[in-house]
């Protein structure tokens, strides 16, 4: 197999992906869909867009197999979140290749996941081998402002598309490191999602006579005893499997003991500040471990002399699998205290979990492997969200793993919806291998 060739495909029809402005909201994304859809046409493969709104346009390829096997989705998004171009080194949209990375939103989150499994996709179809499954690649709209117009949609008008066994999306495959050994974090699990708003109330008056009855004051109070406090600990099964491997992978015995310490409530704080990594993991390691709830959003005021009756912050909730909306929300009132409302301002998701232990996590290890002889794959949960939310009630289990070396630099969270996000041109090759191998050893 030409590595090199299948690799420099993938970049080139991820530079051709990011060149299409698809930042959600408005999103865009039939553009770049019908693109895609050319191309799987031109190589032989059917491709059908579907467009719940004009503009917002989803892709469905279908592979078909002799059906002896349920199918594997292959499931990606086309959207991205917002850019601040005077904030990057090259622009955000123009697909840049420069000091051998490719720049651009949605180089990491998540047209590169399209990218690779497009790749993935057209070369099994051009080997022509005879598949045990249907392999169903869906690059869907929507992802980053909750699916309405994607994979929500897709799911109720199109349920077929998503009849599957398994299913690989994005969101993992990427690195973390502890005392200096790299894990790949396969995402088995995700956070769902709650938006809270933080309400005070209080007297209006002028601002020149200053009183105790304060909106403002009041809810400054109250996102001070929030940002102090921690909501309780209380990992899933996903987290204790994510610490126990990761503990067994250790060649120190210190550091598997401190990892596994991490899930002992009254030693988790103390595990989690001597362990031996980078503080941004820490914080990762952290919030895996609770529910959390982060201010995001203020508004309050209507004119700098007038003292206001109200005040409101906006808060991005992220409730773990098996959490309920009265658990959650119980946790966030405890935390805030007293003097403000706390209101759920749209739908409560809670978070989404499958089982780690099946053959599509066997043999996403063994060809990483076939790679990164040394690799150690581990189960993770996402502290974010993907569209495998929409999929959590159907007989699959869906992970995410476009997997990447580790590179110095910024991580996988400092690039997804940061500014510079870019991806190396050897982190798309390896991410192809290992797809490729993974896929074909599913389906052939």
């Known amino acids: ?11 080139g029809r991820l530079r051709m992906m990011l ?3 698809t930042t959600n909201p408005p999103g865009n994304e039939s553009g770049v869909a019908r693109n895609l859809a050319e191309e799987a046409e031109s190589n032989g493969l059917p491709a059908d867009v579907f467009e719940p709104v004009e503009g917002r346009g989803s892709l469905v390829i279908r592979r078909k197999g002799v059906g002896s096997r349920r199918p594997l989705l292959l499931l990606s998004h086309l959207d991205v979140v917002p850019a601040e171009p005077d904030q990057w080194r090259f622009p955000p949209f123009d697909g840049e290749l420069a000091d051998g990375y490719v720049w651009g939103r949605g180089a990491i989150d998540s047209k590169l996941t399209g990218a690779v499994m497009m790749q993935v996709l057209l070369m099994l179809h051009r080997e022509g081998l005879e598949s045990k499954r249907d392999i169903v690649f869906v690059s869907a709209a929507d992802e980053e402002l909750g699916g309405t117009n994607g994979v929500d949609w897709l799911s109720r008008e199109h349920p077929e598309v998503f009849d599957a066994e398994y299913g690989i999306n994005e969101a993992g495959g990427f690195t973390t490191v502890v005392d200096g050994k790299p894990m790949y974090l396969c995402q088995v699990a995700e956070k769902g999602s709650a938006p809270v708003d933080l309400v005070a109330r209080g007297n209006p008056g002028h601002s020149s006579v200053p009183h105790d009855q304060n909106a403002i004051v ?8 929030l940002g102090h406090a921690k909501l309780p600990h209380n990992p899933p099964e996903s987290v204790v499997a994510f610490f126990e ?8 015995p210190e550091v598997g003991e401190l990892l596994r310490s991490v899930l002992v409530p009254g030693q988790s ?4 500040s001597t362990l031996p990594i980078k503080d941004r993991d820490r914080l990762m390691f952290d919030a895996m471990l609770r529910n959390t709830c982060a201010p995001t959003l203020l508004n309050a005021g209507l004119k700098r002399n007038v003292i206001p009756s109200e005040a409101r912050a906006g808060l991005s909730g992220r409730p773990l699998p098996g959490t309920s909306e009265s658990a959650f929300m119980d946790e966030v009132r405890s935390a805030v205290g007293p003097g403000v409302e706390v209101e759920l301002t749209g739908p409560f998701r809670p978070g989404v979990q499958f089982d780690h232990e099946t053959d599509l996590f066997d043999v996403l290890t063994e060809s990483t492997r076939r790679f990164e002889p040394d690799a150690t794959v581990v189960p993770y949960m996402q502290t974010g969200g993907t569209d495998a939310r929409f999929l959590r009630d159907i007989d699959i289990h869906v992970y995410g793993y476009i997997p990447m070396r580790h590179e110095p630099g910024p991580g996988f969270f400092e690039l997804c919806h940061g500014h510079d996000e870019r991806i190396s041109v050897s982190n798309v090759t390896f991410a192809v291998q290992v797809l490729y191998d993974a896929v074909r050893r599913m389906v052939i």
């Open 1 to 11: 197999m030409n590595w090199d060739k299948e690799g420099n495909e993938a970049v």
């Open 19 to 21: 060149r299409f402005n």
């Open 218 to 225: 009041r809810l400054g109070n109250a996102l001070a005893r």
């Open 245 to 252: 491997s990761a503990a067994n992978a250790q060649s120190e």
């Open 269 to 272: 704080d103390e595990a989690l």
